[in-house]
């Protein structure tokens, strides 16, 4: 059973709407946990990054929320765009000795915003 | 500033033959890591460097992976002989502050 799931799996929606994706983790402790936008044939790209003593953080049209106790987070993507059509992959990193991180990463939710 | 760059894009090998992959950091950037995807799967943890050091190279399946990083800049990850489970999309990522990757555009590996 991975450490990171999210869901839904994938999801299909309107332009102009907004949407909420899930994130549960088992990974603890934890050192920061972070979103990232990957879009078809890129490296992921970072959207947000959250320590555990976060509960939410903010990227324009994205919120990411952290409740560090029931080990749960989501990304909220508001007025969705068709350039937001990509997966949104959920990683948690585990806590560091020196320069040593590694990152546990979701299996992402595929989005896709059609006009 | 370039990005991080790897190369080549897609690879198409047979199975038992070595495939090398590259990956140039961001200039000055000490961290480099190696993950990878394979189909359907998360992506993980393969190795890192910092400057030409190996720091963790927990990650890496098994002997036949080889990587390196000459005088602490680009990286090359060998696979030799490649297998069929070693197709996936291998992504090298670097960074210089605690939290501010930047990944690559990775290379699809794969082995028929």
């Known amino acids: 059973k991975n450490q990171v799931e999210q869901s839904p799996q994938s999801l299909i929606i309107l332009e102009g709407k907004n949407c909420t994706l899930q994130c549960n983790y088992t990974v603890s402790p934890f050192s920061n946990l972070r979103w990232y936008k990957q879009d078809t044939g890129r490296g992921p790209v970072s959207l947000t990054i959250m320590t555990f003593s976060e509960n939410t953080k903010s990227n324009g049209r994205y919120t990411a929320t952290l409740d560090a106790d029931t080990k749960q987070s989501s990304l909220h993507i508001t007025a969705s765009q068709l350039s937001d059509s990509a997966s949104y992959i959920c990683?948690?990193?585990?806590?560091?000795?020196?320069?040593?991180?590694?990152?546990?990463w979701g299996l992402g939710t595929s989005l896709a915003v059609n006009p | 500033e370039a990005g991080v760059t790897q190369f080549p894009s897609h690879s198409v090998i047979e199975k038992g033959q070595t495939v090398t992959l590259r990956c140039d950091p961001i200039s000055g950037h000490d961290n480099l890591y190696w993950y990878r995807r394979v189909m359907g799967k998360e992506i993980k943890f393969l190795l890192h460097?910092?400057?030409?050091?190996?720091?963790?190279e927990s990650g890496m399946p098994n002997n036949r992976f080889l990587a390196e990083r000459t005088g602490g800049t680009y990286s090359t990850l060998k696979v030799q002989p490649a297998e069929l489970e070693d197709s996936g999309v291998y992504f090298c990522?670097?960074?210089?502050?605690?939290?501010?990757?930047?990944f690559g555009s990775g290379t699809r590996l794969t082995v028929v």
């Open positions: 460097f910092v400057k030409e050091s190996k720091q963790d």
């Open positions: 990522a670097s960074s210089q502050a605690p939290y501010g990757y930047t």
């Open positions: 990683v948690v990193s585990e806590p560091h000795a020196g320069n040593n991180r590694k990152l546990i």
